[in-house]
């Protein structure tokens, strides 16, 4: 009977000492960690982004409970891309950082600067259809904040502009008359019938992920801007159609748009000022 009580004391002698070795490990693991993540900020800063990359991967192996170092993985791996290059190894570090910053985002939906190094990077790319796919799932994400949402709405619309824009801009729908002693700009149907067609669509397009915009965010800046340069294709769109009726009501909504931008613009522009002073104090009390 002693001898069963002696086992069942060293066995729980055991465990606490394994207890303890445990939480000095971790402990010790922690402080390796944070070893590891300064070691990496030093080579980050010098420009050896691969050396970086290897110090931040080890602070996570370290501690995988370490929040900051998935975020600084992948900028480290981003550092490494050189944009416009077409190299497939430097393509692969574009694809490489994207995934690494997918990871980040999967535990932080909300991290606004790996979402938007993720845009750029498709975008870098030239990745049309995935950074469109992503900007969607950001836009339908029913648990992501309401001005996030319409950002990634307006970017999306944003795109149907260019799309227009690139059409009715071309020099052979454009030409320049004079109307009561004034120069104005005329516009005329592209020869491709099916341009003047997709740029229809595209500000059609567009003008409902602006609303969509708006509706998410009514004191968005950028989603009335874009609604604005919209319509005035709109504008452009019906001249080159003969609709003088639909040129007329356009050209009026674009004012009405642009007239909220402004008011926006001015309401952000104070905005700023006061964070500005605020700031500037808080700085001179210290």
């Not at 000095?24 to 993540?37: D, E, F, I, P, T």
């Not at 799932?137 to 990634?152: G, H, Y």
């Not at 619309?157 to 690139?166: D, E, H, P, V, Y």
Request: net charge neutral.
């Amino acid at each position: 009977m002693k001898l069963f009580q002696a086992r069942i004391a060293l066995m729980a002698l055991l465990g606490f000492f394994v207890a303890v070795a445990t939480s000095g490990c971790g402990a010790v693991n922690g402080l390796r960690a944070k070893s590891a993540l300064n070691d990496g900020a030093r080579a980050y800063k010098a420009g050896d982004f691969d050396e970086a990359e290897q110090h931040f991967r080890r602070a996570l192996e370290l501690n995988p409970e370490q929040q900051n170092a998935p975020f600084f993985i992948a900028r480290s791996i981003h550092a490494q891309y050189r944009p416009g290059v077409e190299d497939p190894t430097n393509v692969a570090r574009a694809r490489e950082a994207i995934a690494a910053y997918q990871k980040v985002l999967d535990n932080n939906p909300n991290n606004d600067e790996a979402y938007n190094a993720m845009v750029y990077l498709y975008r870098s790319l030239k990745d049309e259809q995935k950074e469109r796919e992503f900007l969607e799932a950001r836009a339908t994400r029913q648990d992501s904040p309401p001005e996030k949402r319409s950002q990634a709405l307006t970017v999306l619309a944003s795109k149907q502009w260019n799309c227009s824009f690139g059409i009715t801009e071309q020099k052979d729908v454009k030409a320049t008359a004079t109307e009561n002693g004034k120069s104005v700009v005329k516009y005329k149907k592209p020869a491709n019938e099916q341009d003047f067609e997709r740029a229809k669509k595209c500000v059609t397009e567009g003008l409902k992920l602006a609303e969509q915009a708006i509706s998410l965010d009514a004191n968005s800046e950028q989603a009335w801007s874009y609604k604005t340069n919209l319509l005035l294709e709109a504008v452009k769109l019906a001249e080159m159609d003969g609709n003088a009726e639909a040129r007329a009501e356009y050209q009026t909504q674009a004012g009405a748009a642009q007239q909220r931008t402004a008011q926006l613009n001015e309401i952000n522009k104070q905005r700023r000022e006061e964070e500005e002073k605020a700031k500037a104090a808080e700085k001179a009390a210290s």
